[in-house]
């Protein structure tokens, strides 16, 4: 047991401080580029926004992100461990969703043609990082067929991409949970990585969630605005959502691939989000609604239209639920390794049981209620 906590890190500490603190830096200065120029979005029926706000936040992450991730390897490379093909292969799928949003925030594609690039781009990552096995509990694992595992590899990724972006409709709420799940993957990364036989060769792909953790933080405050939540200086756009969107599932693919967590742990990260998505779809499919259609039907919306129009207060909340999914995330993770009890599945069930619990009751006592005349 003691052995246990002793810490190896798998990058120095220092190395990854200076890298968060670049890219929160250096996203915050392309964060003010951007402001000045690209594409804005209009205030419309759906938002929540009554100003035209630049819409290019997204675009200033990725740059920052892969700007500092180059300049570390570049004179740092040595210091970070394994094969950097994952890490390559990562930040090249999330970069290319990204772009693809940032396509879609100037052109404002069909929906189905943004589905059927997602579904093209998701199945060649999966072929990569698709799932082989399942485990349900202690002792109950699943073997997957190969096509079963690419196409729920696939749909997993699928899921996050869209769960995120239909989640970025209130300020400051996805950049919050965006910036829990990439620090929470890295504290999993440099606790568990070097317990497991290859942990080592996820060294990059713990750079890369450090620097855009960074990069969120930096974008963050215009987004979020100090003193005036309620006037966001910028949006990430469909850029940012999908380039985080892609990070968070993809790294879930990964980190399992390694034996450093689960499959269920992308579950955890984003278990509040994953239900008002998903429920909110299931509602309006059964209304016989265009699930494809942009809407204000979404829980975080009704509370916004219905109990406290304030930002601020509702991205505090979803932050807190997000964090303590995670960490309960993490602890199943460390039960696991410490008495070789795999309860993951069976605490994640537990937890979305819970959430979508309070999602009913909630949503039924919001639309009990009028409507709120003007935000705060």
Not at 80 to 89: E, K, Y
Not at 139 to 150: C, D, K, T, Y
Not at 175 to 200: D, E, N, R, W
Request: proline fraction near 5%; glycine fraction near 12%.
């Amino acid at each position: 047991m003691t052995g246990f906590w002793q810490i190896t890190w798998l990058i120095p500490p220092g190395l990854l401080l200076g890298a968060l603190a670049a890219s929160a830096f250096v996203s915050a200065l392309l964060s003010i580029l951007v402001m000045k120029g690209g594409p804005v979005d209009l205030p419309r029926e759906r938002g929540a926004h009554s100003d035209p706000t630049p819409t290019s936040g997204g675009l200033a992450i990725m740059a920052a992100s892969a700007l500092v991730i180059g300049l570390t390897i570049t004179f740092y490379g040595h210091a970070i461990p394994g094969s950097w093909r994952d890490g390559l292969i990562l930040f090249g799928f999330a970069s290319l969703m990204g772009i693809c949003g940032a396509v879609d925030d100037v052109a404002d594609l069909p929906a189905s043609w943004r589905l059927a690039f997602q579904i093209g781009l998701c199945l060649v990552f999966a072929y990569f990082y698709r799932v082989t096995a399942l485990d349900f509990g202690p002792g109950v694992i699943v073997q997957v067929p190969p096509v079963i595992g690419l196409l729920g590899s696939a749909a997993w990724l699928i899921l996050t991409l869209n769960t995120i972006n239909f989640m970025d409709g209130s300020n400051g709420l996805a950049i919050g949970a965006q910036t829990i799940a990439m620090l929470v993957f890295a504290g999993l990364i440099l606790l568990m990585a070097p317990l497991s036989l290859f942990g080592a060769y996820l060294g990059l792909v713990l750079l890369i969630c450090v620097c855009v953790a960074g990069a969120h933080l930096g974008f963050a405050p215009f987004n979020l605005p100090p003193g005036k939540p309620q006037k966001a200086k910028a949006f990430q756009g469909d850029a940012g959502s999908m380039f985080a969107g892609a990070l968070i599932g993809g790294a879930t693919l990964v980190v399992k691939a390694y034996g450093v967590g689960s499959v269920w742990f992308g579950g955890f990260l984003l278990a509040p989000l994953l239900v008002d998505v998903v429920l909110t779809l299931i509602v309006r499919a059964r209304k016989g609604q265009n699930v494809l259609k942009p809407h204000k039907e979404h829980l975080y919306q009704i509370w916004l239209q219905h109990r406290d129009g304030s930002h601020w207060r509702l991205a505090l909340r979803v932050w807190a639920l997000c964090l303590f999914s995670s960490l309960v995330g993490v602890g199943a993770r460390l039960i696991d390794r410490i008495y070789h009890t795999d309860i993951r599945f069976l605490v994640l069930v537990a937890l979305i049981a819970a959430y979508t619990v309070g999602w009913l009751v909630l949503r039924k006592q919001l639309l009990m209620r009028p409507l709120l005349n003007k935000a705060p």
